[in-house]
C-alpha cells in the first residue's frame, strides 16, 4: 500500500477473518465519521466464512433458527430476506424458514456476500488492504503496534483488534505423551482430515461429547465409516434436541439485582420444576436467562463464578447448546444401533502398535477399566480458552511481551466489556482490543452471532469516535 494513500489516516488492523471479523470490517467500510485505513488479516481459513461456516459437510447445522443469525441486529430479517432474494434456495419451506436450521456452508456465503455488498458501498474515506499471511508477533512503541508475519513484511498500525475467534482444542490428557505425535490422533476436529480416509477403519475414539462430537460424528458417516464410534467424556451428558415452545419470562421477572449465585440456582430449580410440573421442557428457562446472562455474570463474585464453572457448566452447557431436531433423532438412532457409544469416563492409559492405539478407560462410577482397541482419535474437547496454553504462536508471543493478560478465570483475555485490553498496570490499552470469544471471561455469553455481532457494532463506534 502507498504510504501517501494512508497519510492522515487511521490505520485499524483486524486480526482474524471469520464472523467477528467480517462484521468489524463492514462497519468500519460503512463509517463516515472519519478517514480510514482498514487491514484485515486472515490465514488458515476461508475469508468471512472462518473454521465455523467453510463446513466441509452440508449435514453440519446452524444450531441457532435462522430468525436469529441476521448480520445485523437492526435488522433481524437480513438473513432470511437474503435466503429468500436467491433462486438457489427457492425449494427451501419459505413459510418455515424463520424456524429452520440451516447449513453452515449457507451462512458462509451469505457473509461472504455481506462483505462483498459492504466493499461495494464502502464510504470514500476508507481504504481496504489484505493480508493472507499469520500474524505471529507484534511490538507496541508509543501509539503505534508493529505486526509481524511468518511471510509478508511488517506492518504499523493504530489500533489493532485481536478477533482470531476459536482456537484449537487442548491436547487430552493421554497418560502417554508421545500419542500426541501419533498418525492415528487428529487434534483438530474442525479439518476435513479427521474425517477423511475412514472406509478401512473399525473403530473411533472421540474425545467429548458436544456440538463437535456430532459434526464429527456425522462427517465421518458422510465419509462412508461404517464402524464403531465412542465418544469419551467426563459425565457423558446427553444432548439435547430443539424443541418448541412459548417464551418464558417469569425466571427473570423474578430476578432482582443484586445477584448472586445461590439466589439464582434456586430460582432456577423453582421455574424448572414448575415448567415439568406443567409438562413442559425446562430448556426455556435457560433460554428465558439470555438477555440478562451477560449482565448477571459481570455481578457475581469471582469464587461464584468459579463455583459455576466447577459445579454447574457442564449442565449449563447441556441445556444451552442444543441440536436440531433431525440431527438429534439421527445420533439417538446410532446410539440405539450401537453404532454409537456415549461412554462417562478417563483415559487411564494408552499404548500403540502397528495394529492400533489400545485404550484403558475408568468408567464414572464404576469399578474396574472399560479396554477399546481403537483405529483413529480425534479431538472434540472444545477451543482452548486459556491464553497461557493456546498453540497460537502470536496468541503466545503477546503473552510472553505482557500485551495481554488471561482474565482471572482464565477463559480468555482480561480485557473490557467493550474490548479494550487491561494492562499489567490495570490501565487499558490505546492500541490493542477484541471482541468475541476472547471476552468469554468478562461476559460468559459472547461466542454466538446475536451477541458479537452487537460487539463489533459498538467497537466500531468507539474507535471511529476516539
Same mark, same amino acid.
Given at each position: 500500500?502507498?504510504?501517501?494513500?494512508?497519510?492522515?489516516?487511521?490505520?485499524?488492523?483486524?486480526?482474524?477473518?471469520?464472523?467477528?471479523?467480517?462484521?468489524?470490517?463492514?462497519?468500519?467500510?460503512?463509517?463516515?465519521?472519519?478517514?480510514?485505513?482498514?487491514?484485515?488479516?486472515?490465514?488458515?481459513?476461508?475469508?468471512?466464512?472462518?473454521?465455523?461456516?467453510?463446513?466441509?459437510?452440508?449435514?453440519?447445522?446452524?444450531?441457532?433458527?435462522?430468525?436469529?443469525?441476521?448480520?445485523?441486529?437492526?435488522?433481524?430479517?437480513?438473513?432470511?430476506?437474503?435466503?429468500?432474494?436467491?433462486?438457489?434456495?427457492?425449494?427451501?419451506?419459505?413459510?418455515?424458514?424463520?424456524?429452520?436450521?440451516?447449513?453452515?456452508?449457507?451462512?458462509?456465503?451469505?457473509?461472504?456476500?455481506?462483505?462483498?455488498?459492504?466493499?461495494?458501498?464502502?464510504?470514500?474515506?476508507?481504504?481496504?488492504?489484505?493480508?493472507?499471511?499469520?500474524?505471529?508477533?507484534?511490538?507496541?512503541?508509543?501509539?503505534?503496534?508493529?505486526?509481524?508475519?511468518?511471510?509478508?513484511?511488517?506492518?504499523?498500525?493504530?489500533?489493532?483488534?485481536?478477533?482470531?475467534?476459536?482456537?484449537?482444542?487442548?491436547?487430552?490428557?493421554?497418560?502417554?505423551?508421545?500419542?500426541?505425535?501419533?498418525?492415528?490422533?487428529?487434534?483438530?476436529?474442525?479439518?476435513?482430515?479427521?474425517?477423511?480416509? *475412514?472406509?478401512?477403519?473399525?473403530?473411533?475414539?472421540?474425545?467429548?461429547?458436544?456440538?463437535?462430537?456430532?459434526?464429527?460424528?456425522?462427517?465421518?458417516?458422510?465419509?462412508?465409516?461404517?464402524?464403531?464410534?465412542?465418544?469419551?467424556?467426563?459425565?457423558?451428558?446427553?444432548?439435547?434436541?430443539?424443541?418448541?415452545?412459548?417464551?418464558?419470562?417469569?425466571?427473570?421477572?423474578?430476578?432482582?439485582?443484586?445477584?448472586?449465585?445461590?439466589?439464582? *440456582?434456586?430460582?432456577?430449580?423453582?421455574?424448572?420444576?414448575?415448567?415439568?410440573?406443567?409438562?413442559?421442557?425446562?430448556?426455556?428457562?435457560?433460554?428465558?436467562?439470555?438477555?440478562?446472562?451477560?449482565?448477571?455474570?459481570?455481578?457475581?463474585?469471582?469464587?461464584?463464578?468459579?463455583?459455576?464453572?466447577?459445579?454447574?457448566?457442564?449442565?449449563?452447557?447441556?441445556?444451552?447448546?442444543?441440536?436440531?431436531?433431525?440431527?438429534?433423532?439421527?445420533?439417538?438412532?446410532?446410539?440405539?444401533?450401537?453404532?454409537?457409544?456415549?461412554?462417562?469416563?478417563?483415559?487411564?492409559?494408552?499404548?500403540?502398535?502397528?495394529?492400533?492405539?489400545?485404550?484403558?478407560?475408568?468408567?464414572?462410577?464404576?469399578?474396574?477399566?472399560?479396554?477399546?482397541?481403537?483405529?483413529? *482419535?480425534?479431538?472434540?474437547?472444545?477451543?482452548?480458552?486459556?491464553?497461557?496454553?493456546?498453540?497460537?504462536?502470536?496468541?503466545?508471543?503477546? *503473552?510472553?511481551?505482557?500485551?495481554?493478560?488471561?482474565?482471572?478465570?482464565?477463559?480468555?483475555?482480561?480485557?473490557?466489556?467493550?474490548?479494550?485490553?487491561?494492562?499489567?498496570?490495570?490501565?487499558?490499552?490505546?492500541?490493542?482490543?477484541?471482541?468475541?470469544?476472547?471476552?468469554?471471561?468478562?461476559?460468559?455469553?459472547?461466542?454466538?452471532?446475536?451477541?458479537?455481532?452487537?460487539?463489533?457494532?459498538?467497537?466500531?463506534?468507539?474507535?471511529?469516535?476516539?
Amino acid at each position: 500500500m502507498n504510504n501517501d494513500s494512508v497519510k492522515n489516516k487511521l490505520v485499524i488492523a483486524i486480526i482474524g477473518g471469520g464472523f467477528a471479523g467480517t462484521m468489524l470490517a463492514v462497519h468500519f467500510l460503512q463509517q463516515q465519521i472519519r478517514p480510514l485505513h482498514l487491514i484485515i488479516i486472515n490465514s488458515r481459513y476461508p475469508l468471512n466464512k472462518g473454521i465455523a461456516y467453510s463446513s466441509y459437510s452440508n449435514k453440519h447445522l446452524l444450531n441457532v433458527r435462522a430468525r436469529s443469525m441476521s448480520a445485523f441486529e437492526d435488522n433481524p430479517k437480513h438473513f432470511t430476506d437474503w435466503i429468500r432474494n436467491h433462486d438457489k434456495y427457492a425449494a427451501l419451506d419459505q413459510n418455515e424458514l424463520p424456524d429452520m436450521f440451516l447449513p453452515r456452508n449457507i451462512y458462509g456465503y451469505y457473509l461472504k456476500d455481506v462483505f462483498e455488498n459492504a466493499i461495494r458501498k464502502k464510504s470514500p474515506n476508507v481504504t481496504l488492504e489484505f493480508v493472507h499471511d499469520e500474524a505471529i508477533d507484534m511490538e507496541i512503541s508509543g501509539n503505534q503496534a508493529q505486526v509481524y508475519f511468518s511471510v509478508s513484511p511488517p506492518l504499523s498500525a493504530d489500533k489493532v483488534i485481536l478477533a482470531l475467534g476459536n482456537q484449537d482444542p487442548r491436547d487430552p490428557n493421554f497418560k502417554n505423551p508421545s500419542f500426541i505425535n501419533s498418525k492415528r490422533y487428529f487434534p483438530n476436529p474442525w479439518l476435513n482430515e479427521s474425517v477423511s480416509h *475412514v472406509e478401512h477403519l473399525n473403530q473411533v475414539l472421540i474425545i467429548g461429547n458436544g456440538l463437535t462430537m456430532v459434526d464429527v460424528v456425522l462427517g465421518l458417516r458422510e465419509k462412508n465409516f461404517i464402524g464403531k464410534i465412542y465418544s469419551l467424556s467426563p459425565h457423558g451428558f446427553k444432548i439435547l434436541p430443539h424443541r418448541k415452545f412459548e417464551p418464558y419470562h417469569h425466571l427473570v421477572l423474578d430476578l432482582q439485582p443484586p445477584y448472586n449465585l445461590e439466589k439464582l *440456582v434456586k430460582a432456577f430449580r423453582k421455574h424448572v420444576r414448575k415448567l415439568k410440573d406443567a409438562g413442559v421442557t425446562g430448556e426455556a428457562v435457560v433460554d428465558s436467562l439470555r438477555p440478562l446472562t451477560q449482565k448477571i455474570w459481570m455481578q457475581l463474585k469471582k469464587s461464584e463464578k468459579e463455583r459455576f464453572l466447577y459445579h454447574l457448566r457442564h449442565m449449563w452447557g447441556v441445556a444451552r447448546h442444543r441440536l436440531p431436531k433431525e440431527i438429534h433423532q439421527v445420533i439417538q438412532q446410532m446410539i440405539l444401533d450401537d453404532t454409537l457409544e456415549i461412554l462417562a469416563g478417563r483415559i487411564e492409559s494408552v499404548h500403540e502398535n502397528e495394529d492400533g492405539a489400545y485404550f484403558k478407560i475408568r468408567k464414572r462410577n464404576q469399578n474396574g477399566l472399560l479396554e477399546l482397541k481403537v483405529d483413529r *482419535v480425534i479431538n472434540c474437547t472444545g477451543p482452548e480458552s486459556d491464553i497461557t496454553r493456546m498453540k497460537s504462536e502470536l496468541i503466545q508471543n503477546l *503473552v510472553s511481551r505482557k500485551l495481554i493478560f488471561p482474565d482471572e478465570l482464565s477463559l480468555g483475555i482480561n480485557a473490557t466489556q467493550d474490548g479494550a485490553i487491561i494492562q499489567a498496570d490495570g490501565s487499558l490499552s490505546t492500541n490493542l482490543f477484541t471482541i468475541g470469544t476472547w471476552l468469554k471471561g468478562i461476559l460468559w455469553e459472547t461466542t454466538a452471532v446475536p451477541e458479537i455481532r452487537v460487539q463489533a457494532n459498538q467497537l466500531v463506534s468507539k474507535l471511529v469516535q476516539e
